[in-house]
């Protein structure tokens, strides 16, 4: 039997969470204090109100463009989010890769991608990525309990 994690795939820049497992997550507040196209939290929201495919169109158009580190980080960070929400857990994975390699302190990145790496039963990944996001987020429930989730899947692959 499979454990289901908490859907707390976070859309940056707007401290949104959706439910990818059937489940809700608990609620998380994310600040973002950098200045940033408005169409990236604009694409969160889209997203995070199931207008995944027109949310993740706003976010790729603005990532044509020059953007400050951050800001293409928590924009990769959203469009990973867009990935969660139609099951495209690889995708995902490496969109917040790109996320992470751009500002590394995102515990969104990090979140976003320990849930994909859950999906797909990758579950020392997930563990790896929820530890480093809690390091980020210490007070986030969603995270001790989504990395509970993570270290029960591990067991249950050593005990088969």
């Not at 980080?73 to 857990?89: Q, R, V």
């Not at 859950?118 to 007070?139: C, H, N, Q, S, T």
Request: proline content about 3%; aromatic content about 6%; some cysteine.
């Amino acid at each position: 039997m499979r454990a289901i994690i908490i859907g707390i795939f976070c859309l940056a820049a707007l401290g949104a969470h959706g439910a990818a497992a059937g489940k809700s997550p608990t609620a998380a507040v994310t600040h973002i204090w950098f200045e940033s196209p408005p169409e990236i939290a604009e694409g969160g929201r889209l997203i995070n109100e199931g207008k995944i495919e027109e949310g993740m169109k706003l976010i790729r158009r603005v990532l044509d463009h020059d953007l400050p580190s951050d800001a293409r980080a928590f924009a990769y960070t959203n469009l990973c989010g867009g990935y969660l929400e139609l099951n495209k857990y690889t995708k995902a994975i490496r969109t917040c890769r790109r996320a992470i390699k751009l500002n590394s302190r995102i515990w969104q990145a990090l979140s976003n991608r320990g849930v994909a790496r859950f999906e797909l039963g990758r579950f020392d990944g997930a563990v790896e990525d929820f530890r480093r996001a809690i390091k980020l987020d210490p007070e986030n429930e969603a995270l001790k309990k989504n990395l509970a989730l993570a270290e029960q899947g591990q067991r249950s692959i050593i005990l088969h």
